[in-house]
C-alpha cells in the first residue's frame, strides 16, 4: 500500500507556525504549554501544521476543522479518515507519513555518537539487538545505534504503544534490509529506512500482512 512521508525543514516559517497555533485543538495546546523551549514548540505546530494541509484533502474539510482523537498512549487518530498517519521530529526535521494502509509509526533522530549509548541500550534494547550493538567497532556504534533505535521507536508508534514496551521487541532483522517483522498477537509491518539527511536517522513501519509484497514508500519536501 502506498506511504507518502513528507519532509519538512526545521525550523519551519513563522507564517506556517502562526497558521497553525490557530489550529490546535485543547488537547495540543496543553502539550505544547508543557514543552520547555520555543524551538520544540515551534517544531510541535510545524509538523502539526503540515499534518492537517496533508489529510483535509482526504477529509473533505478545512485544515482548520481537522479534528484528532487520542488512543491510550496519546497516539492521534481520526475515526473513519481513509488515511492511517504519524508524525515525528527531531533537530533540523520533521517528518509526516501519510498511508493507505491501516496503521504507519515514523521517527527520526538526529545522530549523536557523544552519548553513552552502551548504558543506553540496557534500557531498551532487545537482549539480541544488545549483542549486536557490543559486536560493532566502536566507531561505528552511533549510526548503528540510532539506526536500530527509530526502527524501534517506529514500530512501536505503529502499534500505538508506550516506549516503555520497546525493549520486548527486536527489530534487528530489518537492519540489512526492509522487511516484515511480527508481533505476537498485534500484526506485522514493513520496518524500513527514510533517507533524509547523513546526521539523522530516520525510519517508518507500515502495517502490512506477511505476505504482502513491500509497500511503495513516495519521500516529499515540504515546500509550503
Known amino acids: 500500500m502506498r506511504t507518502d512521508v513528507w519532509v519538512v525543514t526545521l525550523p519551519a516559517s513563522k507564517t506556517l507556525v502562526q497558521t497553525g497555533m490557530q489550529w490546535l485543538d485543547p488537547e495540543e495546546q496543553v502539550r505544547l504549554r508543557r514543552m520547555p523551549s520555543e524551538s520544540n514548540r515551534d517544531r510541535f ?21 481537522v479534528r484528532f482523537s487520542y488512543g491510550a498512549s496519546g497516539k492521534p487518530e481520526i475515526l473513519g479518515c481513509s488515511r492511517s498517519f504519524n508524525i515525528s521530529h527531531s533537530g533540523d526535521y520533521g517528518l509526516v507519513a501519510i498511508s493507505l494502509a491501516p496503521a504507519v509509526g515514523v521517527d527520526i533522530e538526529h545522530v549523536n555518537a557523544r552519548r553513552n549509548l552502551a548504558a543506553v541500550t540496557r534500557h531498551v534494547f532487545h537482549p539480541d539487538e544488545i549483542v549486536a550493538f557490543d559486536r560493532v567497532e566502536p566507531k561505528l556504534r552511533g549510526r548503528f545505534f540510532y539506526d536500530l ?7 512501536t508508534k505503529w502499534l500505538g ?9 527486536s527489530v534487528l532483522d530489518t537492519m540489512s534490509s526492509p522487511r516484515v517483522i511480527t508481533v505476537n498477537g498485534r500484526g506485522s509491518a514493513w520496518v524500513m529506512p527514510v533517507k533524509v539527511s547523513s546526521q539523522y536517522a530516520s525510519a517508518v513501519a507500515i502495517d502490512t500482512f506477511i505476505d504482502s509484497p513491500r509497500p511503495t514508500v513516495t519521500i516529499h519536501e515540504w515546500n509550503g
Open 45 to 65: 505546530v510545524a509538523c502539526r501544521t503540515v499534518l492537517r494541509y496533508c489529510l483535509a484533502p482526504h477529509l473533505n474539510c478545512s485544515e482548520a476543522n
Open 149 to 155: 533505535w527509530v526502527r524501534k521507536e517506529a514500530v
Open 161 to 169: 504503544d508506550s516506549i516503555f514496551q520497546i525493549k520486548a521487541i
